[in-house]
């Protein structure tokens, strides 16, 4: 019992079948990565028989789970209860994650996903979701209290209406955490086993405590981010997977062409395990697949192409620009998915420049290892932005050295660009291609404009 690393999993099966089980496992981390670690639990537990109960943890109620979890049954063999994506280990720590993956999938327009995240922040904040404008009534203040973030200061009526769209989700003011603590400490029914799947967790709850040291705990976590150590982590997980499918198959695949696979398609383990699929029916008889295999039939995901377009303005490469915009077009991607990625991206650079303006550190062109050793720190004591600022440092390095050949009043002549066009995609008769090739190359040559010194 205890707390064990995703690639521990197998010492973990190996006590199962030798009938040494527990009656309560946690998997926490990358949602796939759970699915899949609790599939292998699910599928050593019930060798001998059983059932497993799939149950939705964004709209699951704490007692109405108790009280299953205590019912005797009739039904043969183990009955396993699983909860995805529980929110039973949330707290205002993990608040501004949720929001954030929220406004992603949004723009991402993976609006499920968008919808699973806003019922979550509710039931974190213990907020009653019947009304209609439930985000909208929220204060400033008010929100703060609730979510443990400030207020994001934005028209907040999209999150009102993706969950006027769904069945009103019952938010209790206090949920019976305590009873299934005291529920998993004296033991469940013989035949009844609980399996618990969360993206986000905070360990310091008393029900995380309790699960690992009565049941089993597996790590599925992966680091965020892309700096050389995360990168390293996430490719070493897709390059299992991919392998793992491909084996399954009896099939290879080229060192070079895994790579090309990562690249393209990022870390997402859903994306990357049906494309390595997609690829593997193509080749047909073959049993390895080449880079040229993998050039032809995987095409860059949407967000990299998005975040292609930010990458090609700010390199001041109009042109670029044009042809990513295009190929954005043409693969279906929504006019104002690309205006919101713009905004954001705009927005960062605009919070940057501002903070480069200060007296306090003062900014100037510096290294990477200065930044990081002496600005950076100088600029979280001052308290401004903590959230922005917990980035990866060679991250903010890069934005901090995005922001300075612009000023704020360009920066803000950039936002009002942003809006006009957004207006024009809502209401005029203009193409929406022609508005949007308008926006790039008006912010291409705004951006050209050099950014007025400051005095010394």
């Given at each position: 019992?205890?707390?064990h690393?995703r690639?521990e999993i197998g010492?973990?099966?190996d ?9 309560v496992?946690l998997?926490?981390?990358e949602r796939y ?14 060798a001998?028989?059983?059932a497993v ?5 964004a709209v ?6 108790l ?7 009739l039904l043969?063999g ?6 995805m ?6 707290s205002?720590e993990?608040?501004?994650?949720l929001?954030l993956?929220a406004?992603?999938?949004?723009d ?5 996903a ?5 019922v979550?922040l509710l039931?974190l904040g213990?907020?009653?979701?019947q ?5 909208s009534?929220?204060?400033p203040d ?8 400030p207020?994001?200061e934005e028209?907040?009526?999209?999150a009102?209406e ?11 003011a206090?949920d ?6 005291s529920a998993?400490k ?6 009844h086993?609980?399996?618990l799947t969360?993206?986000h967790v905070d360990?310091?709850?008393k029900l ?5 040291k009565h049941g089993?705990v ?6 965020e981010?892309?700096?050389?150590a995360?990168l ?7 390059r299992?997977?991919v ?6 198959m ?6 070079a062409a895994?790579?090309l ?6 870390f997402h383990?859903?994306g990357a395990?049906l494309?390595?699929e ?7 008889e073959r049993k ?13 995901t949407r967000e990299?192409?998005?975040f292609e377009l930010?990458?090609a303005?700010a ?9 990513v915009l295009?190929?954005?077009?043409s ?5 104002l998915?690309?205006i919101?990625t ?9 919070i940057?420049?501002s903070l480069?303006v200060r ?8 290294s990477?290892?200065?930044f990081?050793?002496n600005?950076?720190?100088a600029?979280?004591?001052t ?6 600022l917990k980035g990866?440092?060679y991250a ?5 050295k995005k ?5 704020p ?7 009002g660009?942003?809006?006009?066009a957004e207006?024009k995609?809502?209401g ?5 291609r022609?508005?949007?090739e308008?926006?790039l190359l008006s ?13 010394p």
């Amino acid at each position: 019992m205890g707390l064990h690393k995703r690639k521990e999993i197998g010492a973990l099966l190996d006590k199962i079948d030798q009938g040494d089980r527990c009656q309560v496992y946690l998997c926490f981390g990358e949602r796939y990565l759970c699915r899949q670690a609790a599939e292998k639990l699910e599928e050593r537990l019930l060798a001998n028989g059983g059932a497993v109960h799939n149950l939705d943890g964004a709209v699951e109620d704490t007692t109405r789970l108790l009280s299953r979890l205590r019912s005797l049954t009739l039904l043969p063999g183990l009955q396993i209860y699983r909860v995805m994506d529980t929110t039973l280990f949330h707290s205002r720590e993990v608040g501004e994650q949720l929001w954030l993956k929220a406004c992603k999938a949004r723009d991402d327009d993976k609006l499920r996903a968008a919808v699973r995240y806003l019922v979550s922040l509710l039931r974190l904040g213990s907020v009653d979701p019947q009304s209609a404008t439930v985000f909208s009534d929220i204060g400033p203040d008010q929100w703060s209290k609730l979510f443990g973030f400030p207020h994001p200061e934005e028209e907040l009526g999209w999150a009102d209406e993706l969950i006027s769209n769904i069945e009103r989700p019952s938010v209790a003011a206090k949920d019976p955490v305590e009873n299934l603590i005291s529920a998993i400490k004296e033991g469940l029914p013989p035949h009844h086993l609980l399996v618990l799947t969360a993206e986000h967790v905070d360990k310091r709850k008393k029900l995380f405590t309790a699960i690992k040291k009565h049941g089993e705990v597996i790590d599925c976590a992966i680091a965020e981010g892309s700096s050389r150590a995360a990168l390293q982590q996430q490719q070493e997980v897709i390059r299992e997977m991919v392998q793992t499918k491909l084996a399954r198959m009896n099939k290879t695949i080229e060192p070079a062409a895994l790579e090309l696979l990562f690249e393209r398609v990022g870390f997402h383990p859903v994306g990357a395990v049906l494309e390595t699929e997609k690829v593997a029916f193509y080749i047909d008889e073959r049993k390895r697949i080449t880079r040229a295999d993998v050039d032809l039939m995987v095409g860059r995901t949407r967000e990299d192409a998005i975040f292609e377009l930010s990458e090609a303005l700010a390199k001041e490469t109009p042109a670029r620009a044009m042809t990513v915009l295009d190929h954005l077009l043409s693969d279906g991607v929504h006019p104002l998915a690309i205006i919101a990625t713009l905004r954001n991206y705009l927005r960062r650079l605009l919070i940057f420049k501002s903070l480069q303006v200060r007296e306090r550190p003062r900014w100037s062109p510096m290294s990477s290892s200065d930044f990081q050793n002496n600005y950076l720190p100088a600029l979280k004591d001052t308290g401004v932005w903590p959230d922005l600022l917990k980035g990866h440092p060679y991250a903010l390095y890069l934005g901090f050295k995005k922001a300075a050949p612009q000023s704020p009043a360009t920066l803000k002549k950039s936002l009002g660009l942003l809006l006009e066009a957004e207006f024009k995609l809502k209401g005029s008769p203009v193409p929406d291609r022609i508005i949007l090739e308008e926006l790039l190359l008006s912010l291409a040559w705004l951006h050209q404009q050099p950014a007025t010194p400051r005095l010394p």
